[in-house]
């Protein structure tokens, strides 16, 4: 008989009082111990967390006020807090001794990794793209096509890049992230590119297919989603082209494959892509040649956000507030538990533990104990 156990630390950071409770899913597979640790700190900001970052044992968020804290993970303390005072819309980037942000009304943020500002720059646009960091530079993405990388020593401009504006622009899962020398960003006339962060030179691009249909709408497509794992990109096309491109390799095309449905998330493992469709249907593939493994279809009368991997598992939420558990090689559902919270969505810090973040503004610490 195989055992869970998992400790559930309920983050809202000042005070605390404890208290035990026991989940159950399937009533023998799924234990949960769950520690609450609560006060009313989270009650008294109006704000919401916009993004979460997790680097080592330490936990850095933001709110849209422009509030950034640090939080020690094992202890549940706050190491420092500071507003910026000015709106976040989209988040905050944490990388080795930085910290960078942008804000509502075009200002670039760059902080110490004890939240002290170190400069801010005004870029001329607003942005709800997050910044990257990578080695000296910090590259963002602005509102209005505008690729830029800076340097983090003296904020100044190292290169720019323009992308014309597509009238039927998609709401995009993931934007742009960097891999060993290279920038990998999606455009919105229907392609992703590969650009040398030294010199700012586009060095690849592929265009996804366009769809046949009666209409510019029916037809509208756009890079919707990309992963890189073990040198090899993953694209995704909202449309639901996949397609795999060895990054080592002079970017040859691994395996290519038109699923022919809407996408909604797409997570990917070492062995694994799992898509999620906008019925939220869940399909398994095989990551070496796009084979489908499983297909789970019982969450179409759901709305679900994005599902983690974790150990064995695959952990999805819905906006009801309950957590379901899968095996992920099988897809076979084990059950799930309610949670007082609503809208949860899920950042893995490691192999054993995951933050819950709910729209209540409750921070929960998960931890996979040991398995039996």
Not at 192 to 205: R, S, V
Not at 270 to 298: A, G, H, M, P, V
Request: with cysteine.
């Amino acid at each position: 008989m195989k055992y869970i156990y998992i400790l559930l630390i309920s983050c809202c950071l000042m005070s605390c009082s404890l208290h035990n409770k026991i989940y159950h899913i399937n009533d023998k597979e799924f234990f949960i111990k769950k520690t609450i640790i609560n006060n009313h700190f989270f009650n008294k900001i109006s704000s919401s967390i916009i993004s979460i970052i997790i680097q080592k044992d330490y936990l850095y968020y933001a709110y849209n006020n422009g509030q950034i804290s640090k939080l020690n993970i094992k202890l549940g303390k706050i190491c420092w807090t500071n507003n910026i005072n000015h709106q976040l819309i989209s988040g905050i980037c944490v990388k080795d001794n930085y910290i960078a942000t942008i804000t509502k009304d075009g200002y670039l943020f760059i902080l110490d990794i004890n939240g002290k500002i170190i400069w801010k720059k005004n870029i001329n646009s607003s942005s709800n793209y997050i910044p990257i960091i990578h080695n000296d530079l910090v590259i963002i993405r602005t509102d209005n096509n505008k690729l830029k990388a800076f340097s983090i020593i003296n904020k100044k401009l190292i290169w720019n890049i323009y992308s014309p504006l597509f009238d039927f622009n998609i709401k995009e899962e993931t934007y742009f992230c960097c891999h060993n020398d290279l920038l990998i960003a999606s455009i919105p006339d229907k392609k992703i590119i590969i650009i040398d962060l030294k010199h700012g030179n586009t060095i690849w691009d592929y265009s996804v297919p366009v769809k046949e249909g009666y209409d510019d709408i029916e037809r509208i497509n756009n890079v919707y989603s990309f992963h890189v794992i073990n040198n090899i990109l993953y694209i995704v096309s909202y449309n639901g082209d996949l397609l795999a491109i060895d990054l080592i390799n002079q970017f040859k095309k691994i395996w290519h494959n038109s699923l022919n449905l809407t996408i909604k998330h797409l997570l990917v493992e070492n062995k694994n892509l799992y898509i999620t469709d906008q019925n939220n249907i869940i399909r398994c593939f095989n990551s070496n040649n796009c084979e489908l493994l499983w297909k789970y279809e019982n969450f179409c009368n759901k709305n679900i956000n994005k599902p983690i991997c974790i150990k064995n598992y695959l952990l999805v939420s819905d906006n009801k507030g309950y957590i379901y558990l899968l095996n992920k090689y099988s897809g076979t559902m084990y059950g799930n538990i309610k949670l007082n919270h609503y809208n949860n969505s899920f950042t893995l810090i490691n192999d054993n533990s995951f933050i819950i973040n709910s729209n209540n503004r409750k921070l929960s610490l998960v931890e996979i104990k040991n398995f039996l």
